[in-house]
């Protein structure tokens, strides 16, 4: 597992149609189940692994980015069989990635998750940690985490399609042409200290590529 830095969105600044879908996902599905957190895993095909890209938790700025590799845990399992699972008593669960869990901070005694697909092609995975099924049956609780996972899918289509390396690049790219911007219209000591410091990287760049 890894705790990249992730490309979340800068203060203030408005949240994509995807990032809202994704956040509002999780916060309703933290809400209907009762549950502390829950969360949305996006596959990464080339990293084979799984991102977790949205959480309903007070940490959540902190924690999304993070990655398990796609056959790990919870939700590897479920993106690996396509299956809505219950999966309880996780201390003595095979799948259960316990470290990853304890990295976050929040260890779950059980965990509701269902997959999300399009056509039947599975690219991630919806999580509820410690969901209250009361007298909810497992058959009602899987049936509706799985019908929350498919209203999630359906509104990432309309979303339009997920940012690959090169968007996420291009994203950063506009982000520091503005802050070179901002520093240069200021006579700030410490702004021309980092136009300079900014002016060395590009030419050690610019010498290695050379």
């Given amino acids: 597992m890894t705790n990249p830095a992730h490309d979340a969105p800068l ?8 990032d809202e879908v994704l956040r509002s996902t999780v916060r309703l599905a933290r809400l209907v189940f009762g549950a502390p ?12 692994a799984l991102v ?3 959480i309903s938790d007070p940490r959540e700025d902190s924690l999304v980015g993070w990655t398990i590799p796609d056959y790990s845990g919870i939700a590897g399992w479920v993106f690996q069989s396509g299956e809505a699972v219950i999966a309880d008593n996780l201390d003595n669960h095979p799948q259960f990635n316990r470290d990853f869990a304890a990295s976050t901070g929040r260890i779950p005694k059980a965990i509701i998750a269902a ?14 940690l410690d969901p209250v099924l009361g007298p909810r ?3 009602s609780g899987l049936e ?19 940012p690959g390396p090169a968007g996420r690049h291009a994203a950063a790219a506009e982000r520091l042409t503005t802050l070179v ?5 200021t006579n700030d000591p410490n702004a021309a200290r980092t136009l300079a410091s900014l002016e060395e990287i590009a030419s050690a760049l610019t010498s290695r590529r050379g």
Avoid: I, M, Y
Avoid at 11 to 18: A, N, Y
Avoid at 115 to 128: A, M
């Fill in 11 to 18: 203060s203030g600044s408005p949240l994509s149609r995807r």
């Fill in 137 to 139: 049956s497992a058959t």
């Fill in 144 to 162: 509706l985490v799985s019908e929350l996972a498919r209203q999630c899918a359906a509104a990432l289509a309309l979303a339009g399609p997920r």
């Fill in 115 to 128: 997959p999300l697909d399009t056509d039947g092609s599975v690219f991630g995975v919806l999580e509820v």
């Fill in 181 to 185: 911007a901002d520093l240069a219209s």
């Fill in 52 to 54: 977790l890209e949205a």
């Fill in 37 to 48: 957190a829950s969360s949305v895993f996006l596959h990464d095909a080339a990293g084979e």
